[in-house]
């Protein structure tokens, strides 16, 4: 992936599919600006799905590591993988 390029959200509405193109194409993410603030990145819709797909197998593989130390640990005052997920997941939102 290359290095990103930064364009406001006026760039970026005037020359949306440049930056789709550049997306696909180049392989290149475009990190959307409002008022100078980051807010948004365009990536490739593939790029997306792989980083979605790795973000998934780390946290499972995490949970997993956690699930693994806690049944080591014993079962009292445990909770299940399922339970676990659910907290993380709350606490990430």
Known sequence: MSEPVIASMAEVRSHL?????????????TIITRRGKEEAVVIDVREYRRLSRLADEVEETWLNRLADEAEAEGLEGSVSL???????RDRRD
Do not use: G, I, K, Y
């Not at 599919?17 to 993410?29: G, H, K, N, Q």
């Not at 399922?82 to 993380?88: I, N, P, R, T």
């Open 17 to 29: 599919a440049d930056v789709l193109d550049r997306a696909r194409r180049d392989e290149t993410p």
């Open 82 to 88: 399922e339970e676990m997920a659910a907290l993380l």
